[in-house]
């Protein structure tokens, strides 16, 4: 059973070069299912409407080490009218005494998983964002105690402001968040627009404004030439793509501007996209006219917005959105490997979450919701995580050859891919590999980081090969035939 959980570990953290030795990476572990208390709370007042954002001095004992004079307050909007008092939370360790802090890190959230069955669709979202290359929150899972009492499953989050530090070596610069009405096209200081939601505005408008300007006005042929100057562009369309195939319709995909962080970072002189807020994502709202088999590939909803709308007239922006749908479908979005995802969380929280009396599901609904199937939860009909998994996969393969695009990036699986047969799989120590190809080959086996860790020669077709020492985990078996066709399939190697 251990080394079940560490290879699940590692297929958790393959992708994710900020869980290294770094600060946060023990607070972080998403491994464990972390216990914080905060104690010393007067929850007559700590949960009142008008004491949302005001920190009260509280007592925090996170993984058994207790941090006193620790700052605590509730947050969020939507989420914060959870029943119960389930409320999202800030704890900024450092609020009332500088310096404190735990792991190096001194802020994190506490969510409390608003209208999601499986509460897991936020940190699924979160590791898919960080295998995609942006910059990503790092989370996990918590049981929260207030006062001794237990409080229930939250995601652990990291702050934005450890983001901005770790990832740009600045927690101060200027940040833009716009809600729903704002356009990256269009320069406006309206809140319902655009709001400053991090450092000095003063300074900071002119350049937004003129960032705007050139998002607006800038044509297709000097496009790639001018915005990379001024935004990351590439990460922008990722990003994109990542809420389009996970049908996160609490973002930009179904509201003009909604739910957009844009870092203005000093150091590289440009803004950056910064994911945020995926609770409704994997196909949590808008499912009675979208589901994962109905929401194609490239929605109208979005190539009429600025600055999406480049899609079309821009090639290289095209194939940075589709090429981030080829690595989802090959890499990260595949059944054995999101599902293998699900489950391991899934095994991790379980007894926890149905200790959690005051979570929005019963233990039915959280059970569906982590699996298979759909339910009708809060007046959508929801997916099932697993279900929702192979029934996009299915959609977006099938709309990636409908259109067609040969992928540039992932492991690709060929249209020839059906010669090869492995089994069993998952395995344990052997491997059969019925490759139905005559004369010489050469087999590979790759790990999910691109290396390459085992190699040799097929002299037969049920070929038997060892894989007892490799670490657990998913891999792809390549076989290169004598006219250097490759064929290729993922497996799953577990312990005993």
């Not at 100057?229 to 996160?248: G, H, M, S, W």
């Amino acid at each position: 059973m251990k080394a079940f959980i560490l290879s699940l570990l590692l297929i958790v953290a393959l992708n994710s070069p900020i869980l290294n030795a770094q600060q946060g990476s023990v607070l972080f572990n998403d491994a464990t299912l972390h216990e914080i208390r905060i104690d010393n709370v007067d929850t007559t007042t700590f949960f009142l409407q008008q004491n949302k954002g005001v920190y009260s001095m509280t007592t925090v004992t996170i993984d058994g080490t207790t941090i006193d004079s620790a700052g605590a307050t509730t947050k969020g909007n939507i989420s914060w009218t959870h029943p119960n008092n389930k409320r999202p939370m800030k704890i900024k360790l450092n609020n009332f005494v500088s310096g404190k802090k735990y792991d190096g890190i001194k802020e994190f959230y506490l969510h409390n998983s608003y209208g999601d069955p499986s509460l897991m669709r936020e940190k699924l979202t979160y590791d898919i964002c960080s295998q995609m290359g942006l910059h990503s929150l790092r989370a996990a899972f918590a049981k929260v105690y207030i006062n001794n009492v237990y409080w229930g499953v939250f995601t652990l989050l990291e702050a934005k402001d450890e983001l901005y530090k770790r990832d740009f070596a600045n927690r101060d610069a200027e940040v833009y968040e716009s809600f729903d009405l704002g356009s990256l096209c269009v320069f406006s200081q309206d809140p319902m627009d655009w709001a400053v939601d991090n450092g000095n505005p003063s300074p900071g408008w002119p350049r937004f404004q003129m960032l705007t300007n050139k998002l607006a006005n800038t044509s297709s042929g000097d496009y790639m030439d001018t915005i990379p100057e001024y935004f990351n562009i590439t990460d922008f369309f990722k990003y994109q793509a990542v809420n389009v195939y996970l049908l996160n319709f609490d973002s930009y995909l179904a509201y003009n501007g909604n739910q957009l962080y844009l870092f203005d970072s000093i150091n590289e002189n440009r803004f950056q996209i910064i994911p945020w807020d995926f609770n409704a994502s994997f196909g949590l709202w808008n499912t009675n006219n979208y589901n994962p088999n109905t929401l194609p590939i490239i929605p109208s909803s979005l190539t009429i917005k600025c600055p999406f709308n480049k899609i079309n007239s821009v090639p290289y922006l095209r194939n940075v959105y589709l090429d981030a749908m080829c690595s989802m479908v090959n890499l990260y979005c595949d059944t054995l490997t999101l599902n293998t995802k699900i489950t391991f969380y899934y095994n991790l929280i379980r007894n926890a979450a149905y200790s959690d009396s005051r979570k929005e599901p019963t233990n039915s609904q959280f059970d569906l919701g982590a699996n298979y199937g759909y339910q009708n939860y809060l007046n959508d009909n929801v997916p099932g995580l697993k279900t929702f998994v192979i029934e996009r996969w299915n959609k977006i393969t099938t709309d990636l050859q409908s259109l067609p695009y040969a992928c540039t990036t992932g492991i690709k699986t060929p249209d020839n891919s059906q010669q090869l047969i492995i089994y069993p799989n998952p395995a344990t120590s052997i491997l059969t590999i019925q490759q139905g190809i005559t004369g010489y080959a050469r087999y590979s086996i790759i790990n999910m980081t691109g290396q390459e860790v085992q190699t040799g020669e097929l002299q037969q077709s049920g070929a038997v090969i060892s894989v007892g020492d490799l670490p657990d985990g998913v891999y792809v078996v390549q076989v290169t035939d004598s006219e250097q066709k490759i064929f290729q399939q993922k497996f799953m190697k577990v312990s005993e």
